[in-house]
Every structure is written in C-alpha cells, then in structure tokens.
C-alpha cells in the first residue's frame, strides 16, 4: 500500500478554500504549450465568475463542458497562463494514462458550495 504525503493538521486543510460552480463558457486554447481549455466558471454571488486554463483535452471538449458542474480552489493568487491569467485550479484526478478527469459533485450544489 501506498504511503499518504505528509500529513497537515485540520486548521492547514481549512485554508484551502474548495469551491462547486457552473461552468459557463468553455473555449479551446491552441496557444497553450500544452493542450487546454480555457474555462469561466460560476461560483454564485458571493465569488463571482472566475476563470481557469486547464489541460483536460483528452477527455473533454468545450462544448461538453457547458453547464456542467466543477470542484475549485478559489483562494489561490491569479496565475498567467500564456496570455490567459488563469484565477482559479480547476481539480482533477489522473486516469490510468495521467490525462485529466475533473472532480465534480454526484448531485448538484448550489454555486458557491465549499467542499467540508
């Protein structure tokens, strides 16, 4: 069995501010170094729409992306990305090839949920 990474204490964990929202615009990014898609994702009033680049090419379009919803980190600082500034990390779990598979709630949340 695998070893967990090292361990944080509860207060560490309730720094990182997890997030459900919506995407609502999903756009290819062909000037990525790496295969992207630039998302908008709403999280509700209170955090707005943010926006991210994620390389999760292989098993998504932008079309598909739509509506559905996504789990984020919303506290991290703004991050340039070519020439998007990506303002949020879009999470996600590697197949068994290492693509991307985004992690998202089995039922819908409301926009702005924090994950506990």
């Known amino acids: 069995m695998a070893e967990a990474t090292d361990q944080i204490g509860f207060d560490d964990f ?6 459900a929202g919506t995407v609502i615009d999903a756009q290819p990014y062909p000037e990525a170094r790496k295969p992207a898609i630039k998302l908008w994702v709403d999280f509700g009033e209170e955090i707005g729409v943010r926006k991210s680049s994620a390389q999760i090419t292989v098993h998504y379009q932008p079309e598909d992306l ?3 919803q996504v789990l984020a980190v919303v506290n991290f600082p703004p991050r340039q990305i070519g020439s998007f500034m990506s303002e949020i990390l879009v999470l996600g779990a590697s197949d068994s090839k290492g693509a991307i598979i985004l992690l998202a709630p089995d039922k819908k949340v409301p926009n702005g949920s924090r994950m506990h």
Do not use: A, H, N
């Open 66 to 68: 739509v509506g559905r």
């Open 14 to 19: 309730l720094k990182v501010d997890i997030r």
